[in-house]
């Protein structure tokens, strides 16, 4: 079993809707969340950034932390198809290295 | 401005030849990583380092070879041993481990020919 899990996809809605992407994870000494966008055949770019705990919202992104059940959501209100791209969640214990998900491809159809 | 440049962004292997990937910062971190990206594998960790002169192996190091001589350069040489090395690879680095998340370059496509 992977430490984190995350849905491929690939997803694909319609221009305005709203979007939500999940990971679970495992391990339950992780305590920094986070969500990074990754257009194609670039490098991934720090979305969204949580620590333990709750909701964190910046514009149109709301990230929720649950660590009771282990289970992160990226939610992305009114979506625009400039944000059809690869979301990939990655949390850590702390000083140690990142563990990333698998990356969700995401499509917003005009 | 600051940030992570990788070179080249397209790179071309023959069978048996080592090529090298170049990733520097100016951001002043002290961490560095290589990732590689294929196809519905999502990012797997070849190498890492913490600080100068000292790095440390990933989960799939077998066939890549690495260098932290300064702070700001960390290349990836990716050997004839790599088997498969056709992928799309990302140097990253961070200010104090994890904590912040990473930065990361623009990544380069090795392709074998």
């Known amino acids: 079993q992977k430490e984190v899990e995350q849905d491929p996809g690939p997803l694909s809605v319609p221009e305005g809707a709203i979007v939500s992407l999940n990971c679970t994870y495992s391990n339950s000494a992780f305590q920094y969340f986070m969500w990074y966008r990754q257009y194609s055949r670039k490098g991934p770019e720090l979305l969204m950034y949580?620590?333990?705990?709750g909701n964190k919202e910046d514009g149109r992104f709301t990230a929720q932390v649950d660590k009771s059940s282990k289970y992160i959501s990226l939610f992305i209100r009114d979506s625009q198809p400039s944000d059809s791209a690869t979301y990939l969640c990655?949390?850590?214990?702390?000083?140690?290295?990142?563990?990333f998900g698998q990356g969700t491809r995401l499509t917003i159809n005009p | 401005d600051g940030g992570i440049t990788q070179s080249p962004k397209y790179l071309f292997r023959k069978e048996g030849q080592n090529v090298t990937l170049s990733c520097e910062q100016n951001l002043n971190h002290d961490a560095m990583y290589w990732y590689r990206q294929d196809p519905g594998q999502g990012l797997r960790l070849i190498y890492y380092?913490?600080?100068?002169?000292?790095?440390q192996k990933g989960d799939i190091a077998e066939g890549y070879s690495v260098s932290r001589e300064k702070k700001e350069s960390f290349p990836l040489t990716v050997t004839s041993a790599q088997k498969n090395p056709t992928a799309f690879y990302l140097c990253?680095?961070?200010?104090?481990?994890?904590?912040?998340?990473?930065?990361f370059g623009s990544g380069t496509r090795l392709t074998v020919v």
């Open positions: 990655a949390m850590s214990e702390g000083a140690q290295k990142l563990v």
């Open positions: 949580t620590y333990s705990s």
């Open positions: 990253a680095s961070s200010i104090n481990g994890a904590n912040y998340g990473y930065t």
């Open positions: 380092s913490q600080i100068v002169n000292d790095f």
